[in-house]
T-cell receptor
Framework: AQSVAQPEDQVNVAEGNPLTVKCTYS??????LFWYVQYPNRGLQFLLK??????LVKGSYGFEAEFNKSQTSFHLKKPSALVSDSALYFC???????????FGKGTKLSVKP | EAGVAQSPRYKIIEKRQSVAFWCNPI?????LYWYQQILGQGPKLLIQ????????DSQLPKDRFSAERLKGVDSTLKIQPAKLEDSAVYLC???????????????FGAGSRLTVL
């Protein structure tokens, strides 16, 4: 069975500092990995995905994520956090081209001025 | 491009009452999903349609939940009778269908927040 874990309920960073939101996964077969962001009272918005190729994936709003097969991780990163990045971040995984998209429980990112 | 439309945005009902949610996906998106997001948890898939056929409804509580997508476009999710534990945000999403569809991105609507008292 496939699963995804986001070990941190909340991440706090100061504006201008780098941020990392952690995600680990478990699937059979090649993973398709996604990050979504959810602002209050809004639906989930796509940030980036890894399907194949370069392990470093760049996405929207300056975010990037690194796929690490040996550690089964797909951590979300940004070199310099903004207050406007404060939101709920979800990691999701699908095992191959079929199967459902399974979401983690989410990590609340809080960026303080 | 218009997004995924959902209504109503908010609904408050008493337990044992019924409720229906409507979703209109992005034009041309063959695949439509209904997710349930309980506070503090990630979205959980309830049902997936491909055109007007059901692909996966294994996690849909069929004794009280039903969904349809009659013409392969918009969809309705119904709960009857509602229980307290059904309080959640119901998210509709859509995606393209095609080669490598596993890589296709889901586009979500804003959600319908249900409170069952």
């Amino acid at each position: 069975a496939q699963s995804v874990a986001q070990p941190e309920d909340q991440v706090n960073v100061a504006e201008g500092n780098p941020l990392t939101v952690k995600c680990t996964y478990s699937v059979s077969g090649n993973p398709y990995l996604f990050w979504y962001v959810q602002y209050p009272n809004r639906g989930l918005q796509f940030l980036l995905k890894y399907i194949t190729g370069d392990n470093l994936v760049k996405g929207s709003y300056g975010f990037e994520a690194e796929f690490n097969k040996s550690q089964t991780s797909f951590h979300l990163k940004k070199p310099s956090a903004l207050v406007s990045d404060s939101a709920l971040y979800f990691c999701a995984v699908r095992g191959g081209s079929q199967g459902n998209l399974i979401f983690g429980k989410g990590t609340k990112l809080s960026v303080k001025p | 491009e218009a997004g995924v439309a959902q209504s109503p945005r908010y609904k408050i009902i008493e337990k044992r009452q019924s409720v229906a949610f409507w979703c209109n996906p992005i034009s041309g998106h063959a695949t439509l999903y209904w997710y349930q997001q309980i506070l503090g948890q990630g979205p959980k898939l309830l049902i997936q349609f491909q055109n007007n056929g059901v692909v996966d409804d294994s996690q849909l509580p069929k004794d009280r939940f039903s969904a349809e997508r009659l013409k392969g476009v918009d969809s309705t999710l119904k709960i009857q009778p509602a229980k307290l534990e059904d309080s959640a945000v119901y998210l509709c999403a859509s995606s393209l269908l095609g080669q490598g569809s596993g890589a296709n991105v889901l586009t979500f609507g804003a959600g319908s927040r249900l409170t069952v008292l």
